[in-house]
Every structure is written in C-alpha cells, then in structure tokens.
C-alpha cells in the first residue's frame, strides 16, 4: 500500500521502505502514521473501497465491532473482495 492508497505488489512496497523517500506512485515524501491514517480516512470519505476496507480492519483492532462490520459491508458492496473475508472472520 502506498500513502495515496493506491495497491502495489509486496516487492515493489519492500523495495519502497527500503527507500523510504517517497511514494512511487505519487511521488510525495513518506508520511507519518498519523498523516497516513489522515490520508486514508480521506479516501475512506471519498468512497474507496480499499480505504474503507482499511478502517473497518482498524476498527476491528480495537475492538469495535460494530463499526468493523459497518465498514466490511460498506467496502464489500463496493466491490471489495478482502472485506467479504473480513466479514466471514467477524462471524466467526
């Protein structure tokens, strides 16, 4: 994952942090988490699947169930195949 969002293989994201100067599809410098977290919340609002996928997968992690579960059936309808994955492990 880059900070725009935008979904790269796993060797061009290792090289990248190996790098660590700037996205490669954006061409920004790194972001901190919290600006990372900023950026996805933004593409989240805007409708991303991916973004949304993201938050749901946060919210999850801290426990709050409810809006992981709101977030995974949002980014699956939006066509996101991952989020019907963590719809499955929430019932589970």
Same mark, same amino acid.
């Given at each position: 994952m880059t900070?725009?969002?935008k979904m790269i293989c796993d060797g061009c994201d290792y090289a990248n942090e190996l790098r660590d100067v700037e996205c490669p599809l954006?061409?920004?410098p790194v972001?901190?988490?919290e600006e990372l977290d900023l950026n996805v919340i933004k593409r989240a609002e805007a409708g991303d699947p991916v973004a949304i996928r993201q938050m749901g997968s946060k919210y999850s992690e801290r426990g709050d169930y409810? @809006? @992981?579960?709101k977030n995974f059936t949002r980014a @699956?309808?939006?066509g996101d195949v991952e989020a019907h994955s963590h719809l499955v492990a929430l019932y589970q």
């Amino acid at each position: 994952m880059t900070c725009c969002s935008k979904m790269i293989c796993d060797g061009c994201d290792y090289a990248n942090e190996l790098r660590d100067v700037e996205c490669p599809l954006c061409c920004q410098p790194v972001p901190t988490d919290e600006e990372l977290d900023l950026n996805v919340i933004k593409r989240a609002e805007a409708g991303d699947p991916v973004a949304i996928r993201q938050m749901g997968s946060k919210y999850s992690e801290r426990g709050d169930y409810e @809006a @992981a579960l709101k977030n995974f059936t949002r980014a @699956a309808k939006l066509g996101d195949v991952e989020a019907h994955s963590h719809l499955v492990a929430l019932y589970q």
